[in-house]
Each structure stands twice: as structure tokens, then as C-alpha cells.
């Protein structure tokens, strides 16, 4: 396997075409995000923070000039008093639409990717809003990441850290407020 892996980096293979996600890899998935909406439904933004892919974990660590530990500690900090007056509920992940692309990391990684719309509601001091959106699924190494991609730095991130994102434009998103 560890050959095919270097002919298919040395003939320049990066991304292949979409394909079907498959059973074992469907149970995974979903098995990531249960564990994701179950995080949020509790308001532990933390773990929610940790289904991030290690190498963007550590690209923002770097860039913060902080060891990870610390780094990831500062966002708890943080995270915490942002969601005192915001809570999560009602997630929603289309399986059904998700296609997977497979792609080599130039470390020889081999990654599997894709898109998945999203629907949740989300209560900000009373008020409660409806957002349609996309996350970014990616498994590496057997563990599945869901991402988010709505912002321009988002997206940077995620291409320093996985370069064949280079094409990966911003999340479509709407909000809708259902209620004061």
C-alpha cells in the first residue's frame, strides 16, 4: 500500500473525483457527529473545539506563538463566556448529500473529504435564529473532523494545513431569526 501511496504522489495525484461515502466510513461519520451535537447540546464548546483536525489545532497554536496545551486552554477560557448567553439545539447534518474526494497529504497521508449541509438552531440572549450552512467532514488516519469554513480565515487555515484545499471557498450560509 505504502507504494502505491509514493507512485501515485510522484505522478502528481491529489484529488480524485467524488465518489459515494461508504457504510463503514457513514457509521464513523456519524458517530463524530453524534459525539459533535452532543457537545454542543451540553454547551462544552471545548470538545466541540477538540473535532478540529490536529494539524489545524497545531497551525493555531503556532500562530499564536503558544504551546498547544496552552493555547487550547485560552480558548476554553474564552469559549466559556461566549456561550454563557448562547446555547445550541436542534442540529441537523444532511448524510444523505455528503460525497467524499480522496486526497493525498504531500506527507503521504491519504484523506478523505466532503461537504455536508447543516441546519441548527441556536438561542442568543432569548432570541432564537436558524442557520442553513456546510461543514467541511474530513477523516485522516481513521478520525473523522467536522470544520467549519464559513469565514475567509477559516478557509486560510485550513490550506496551510491541508494544501490540496486550495480551490475551497467559503461555507454557503443563511440566518434566519424565528423568534425574539
Known amino acids: 500500500m ?14 480524485a ?21 452532543e457537545a454542543l447540546a451540553e454547551n462544552d464548546m471545548m470538545r466541540v473545539f477538540r473535532i478540529a483536525p490536529d494539524r489545524v489545532l497545531q497551525s493555531l497554536a503556532a500562530q499564536a506563538n503558544m ?3 496552552a493555547f487550547l ?10 456561550m454563557t448567553r448562547a446555547e445550541f439545539r436542534h442540529f441537523e447534518f444532511e448524510m444523505e448529500r455528503v460525497d467524499l474526494t480522496d486526497a493525498i497529504h504531500s506527507d503521504g497521508t491519504v484523506i478523505a473529504y466532503g461537504i455536508i449541509p447543516s441546519t441548527f438552531e441556536m438561542v442568543v440572549d432569548g432570541a432564537v435564529f436558524r442557520q442553513e450552512t ?3 467532514v474530513l477523516s485522516e488516519n481513521g478520525v473523522w473532523y467536522i470544520i467549519r469554513f464559513a469565514e475567509v ?13 486550495d480551490d475551497l471557498e467559503t461555507a454557503r450560509s443563511s ?3 424565528l423568534s425574539e
Open 17 to 37: 473525483s467524488a465518489r459515494p461515502i461508504t457504510n463503514v466510513e457513514k457509521a464513523a461519520l456519524e458517530a463524530s457527529i453524534n459525539d459533535f451535537t
Open 134 to 136: 456546510q461543514f467541511l
Open 153 to 165: 480565515q477559516q478557509i486560510l487555515l485550513l490550506q496551510q494545513a491541508y494544501p490540496f484545499f
Open 73 to 82: 486552554n485560552l480558548v476554553k477560557e474564552q469559549l466559556d463566556q461566549v
Open 2 to 15: 505504502r507504494y502505491i501511496l509514493v507512485i501515485l504522489m510522484v505522478l502528481g495525484f491529489s484529488h
Open 67 to 69: 504551546p498547544l496545551d
Open 175 to 177: 440566518v434566519t431569526r
